[in-house]
Every structure is written in structure tokens, then in C-alpha cells.
């Protein structure tokens, strides 16, 4: 099974389709995937931006398998080219490999395994925290109860994740001489910091806070800017940060919170620039009712289930629109975005025949 893997593997790295700079077109990847799925009914959409999606669909499935084929940009540290697969004794090197054209990889082997009801759902714009694919997706009457999202998951299902929430503050101030009396509050890179003292023991409060083996509030100050010489009061500054709330968190109480961390008069801006839910969406009682579904949904495929993580994926999506989602997929996250990424042998083995079985049902 591994070595009908491996090929669809260096294919698909092989073709460029690092996000940014969101220039994925309906040709490429996208022909070499219409070849290798002969009996699918196939629609592939350009959503503008880089972002394409394809569905294909063989009998009458009611469970769709989705993965992603945009990668990050590769750094300069990788040892060779990133777009044409390595193999070394356990492992395949690549862009992509890990996060997650192994896992379509194995979709497509698996897919030639098989002849019964399948759905495979390809985008190309999860890097790009702009999930249009998906929202055009679950916009249209799809027919599926269930999505099995891949993202490195080690081959176990993942049930519960953090949500994410990005976020822009504009502070104002008041230029002068920074000799003046007033420079400790009229200064808005001073009022940003106040802000930001305030915002960490927000977070250092919600410690307490847990679900399903999470627990606390992630939070991070990504950017600050503001202000033009040490001897000049700022007369403006801007920070962005984010927050990855549990799935029993509120998110929106979340966000009053943080902004009455500002002193009064001192924002000028609160903008909520990107949000995605937690895995399972829902207040807390939905959330919960949604998490033993998945889990149901998993042992049903006989998938060992993981613990829950920290990280985000668009399964989230899928379960907010009210589908059963879990997460599952070959490689490690902490291989995802590395240089010299790299997917092991037995994970994509694991993975595909995984499919196979689950098809076969």
C-alpha cells in the first residue's frame, strides 16, 4: 500500500502551492487530482484569492473526508528543495508532506483501493485564515452528516480543540516633548502597555478554567507599533494579538473583557479580525453534546482517540454548521511549518489503510 502512497506523495508536493502568496489556480494540482479519481463526480470552484476547492463524489456517501493542500512559504533553512520529496529510512521529506498532502496521498490510494460511496473535499486556503472554501461549502446543500478533517494527528481521532481569535487595538495619544507632565498618559504606546499588564492577568485568571484535558486561556501579544522618537509623546499605537479560548469558553465575554483592560478614551479601535471556533462549537452543553457524538462517530470507524489539543483546525467549521466532526491524520504537528518537514512511513501506512477499512464499511 506504501508504495501506491509515495508517488501520489511526490506529485503532490511537487506542485507549488504556498499560501501566501495565494496564487492556487483550477489547473496544477487540481488536474493531477481530477486524474486519479476516475468514477468521481467532480466540481472544482475558484473562490477567488488562491482559494480552490474541489468535491469529489463516488456513489452516495454520507461522510466526506476533507484535507487541505496549501502549504506555508518555506524558510530558508531547509536543506534542499522544498517542493521535490525526499526519502530517507523511515520518513518522507517535503513541503506539505506533514501538513497535509500526506494525508491526500492517502486519500487517492485509497480511493483506487475501494469502490463504494466516497466524498473527498480539497481546499486550498487554511493557511490563509480566510475559509472560503469552506463557507461556500457549507453555504450550498451538501447532503453529509459527518467530516473527517485531516491535520497531523499521530492516525488518532481527535475530538476537542481551542477556538482562535485575532485581534487589532488602535490607542490614541497626544503628541508633545516627552519633558512634559502629561507624557505618562497622554503617550499611546503607554496606554498599549498599560493595556497589555492588564490583559496578562486577565489571562493568568482563567488558569482555572478546562475542558476536556485543556485547560486556560493561550493568549498572545503578537505586534506593537506606535509612536516616532524617544523625545516625542506617541500619538498613536497599534497591537495585535489573539486567544484561543476553550470550547466552554465565551468567546464574546472574552473579547468585552479584554477591551475593558484599556483605560476610558483610550482605544480608538477593537477589531476582531479573525475567529474560529473551538472544536466542538456550541456554549458549554452544546459542546459536550457534540464531543461524545464525535466520539461515537470515532469508535464507530474504530479510530484510537487522542487527547484534545491546542491547536486550531477547520473542523470547527464543519461542527458549527452541525455536522459530527473529528480530526484525524498522519504526522506530528510539530512537524507541521518546520523546515525539512517531514511524515513517517508507518503514519501514512496507518493513515491509508485506515481509509481503505473505513470505506470498505
Known amino acids: ?165 485575532s485581534v487589532l487595538l488602535q490607542f490614541n495619544g497626544e503628541a508633545g516633548h516627552a519633558s512634559g507632565a502629561n507624557a505618562l498618559q497622554a503617550s499611546a ?11 496578562l492577568d486577565l489571562v493568568e485568571a482563567e488558569s482555572g478554567a478546562h475542558f476536556d484535558g485543556l485547560n486556560g486561556l493561550r493568549f498572545n501579544i503578537g505586534k506593537v507599533e506606535g509612536g516616532i522618537k524617544a523625545n516625542v509623546i506617541a500619538p498613536s499605537a497599534e497591537v495585535r494579538f489573539g486567544f484561543r479560548p476553550l470550547p466552554s469558553h465565551d468567546v464574546d465575554a472574552l473579547h468585552a473583557r479584554f477591551g475593558a483592560c484599556a483605560a476610558v478614551g483610550a482605544l480608538q479601535r477593537y477589531e476582531e479580525t479573525f475567529r474560529g471556533p473551538s472544536l466542538p462549537a456550541g456554549d458549554s452543553a452544546g459542546a459536550e453534546q457534540r464531543r461524545r457524538a464525535a466520539q461515537a462517530l470515532a469508535e464507530s470507524m474504530q479510530l484510537p482517540i487522542g487527547a484534545a489539543v491546542d491547536f486550531w483546525t477547520e473542523a470547527a467549521l464543519f461542527s458549527q454548521a452541525g455536522l459530527t466532526a473529528v480530526v484525524y491524520g498522519p504526522g506530528e504537528i510539530a512537524q507541521a511549518h518546520a523546515a525539512d518537514e517531514f511524515v513517517l512511513f508507518d503514519q501514512l501506512l496507518h493513515y491509508t489503510t485506515s481509509i481503505v477499512r473505513i470505506l470498505g464499511n
Not at 488536474?31 to 476516475?38: C, S, V
Request: net charge negative.
Open 189 to 199: 504606546l503607554h496606554q498599549a502597555m498599560r493595556w497589555g499588564s492588564r490583559a
Open 1 to 165: 500500500m506504501l508504495n501506491n502512497v509515495l508517488p501520489h506523495l511526490e506529485a503532490l508536493v511537487s506542485f507549488d502551492t504556498r499560501n501566501p502568496p495565494r496564487r492556487i489556480g483550477t489547473d496544477g494540482i487540481f488536474d493531477y487530482l481530477r486524474a486519479q479519481l476516475p468514477g468521481f463526480r467532480i466540481e472544482i470552484t475558484d473562490h477567488g484569492d488562491g482559494a480552490v476547492s474541489m468535491l469529489a463524489v463516488r456513489g452516495n456517501p454520507r461522510r466526506m473526508f476533507n484535507v487541505h493542500l496549501d502549504t506555508v512559504p518555506a524558510s530558508a533553512a531547509w536543506g534542499a528543495d522544498p517542493l521535490q520529496l525526499r526519502l530517507a529510512a523511515d520518513r518522507a521529506i517535503g513541503l506539505g508532506a506533514c501538513d497535509i498532502k500526506g494525508a491526500a496521498a492517502g486519500l487517492l490510494a485509497a480511493a483506487s483501493a475501494t469502490s463504494g460511496d466516497a466524498a473527498f473535499l480539497f481546499t486550498t486556503d487554511e493557511e490563509a485564515n480566510d475559509p472560503r472554501c469552506i463557507a461556500a461549502f457549507l453555504a450550498r446543500k451538501h447532503g453529509f452528516d459527518e467530516a473527517i478533517v485531516a491535520e497531523p494527528t499521530r492516525c488518532e481521532a481527535v475530538l476537542a480543540h481551542r477556538g482562535i481569535s
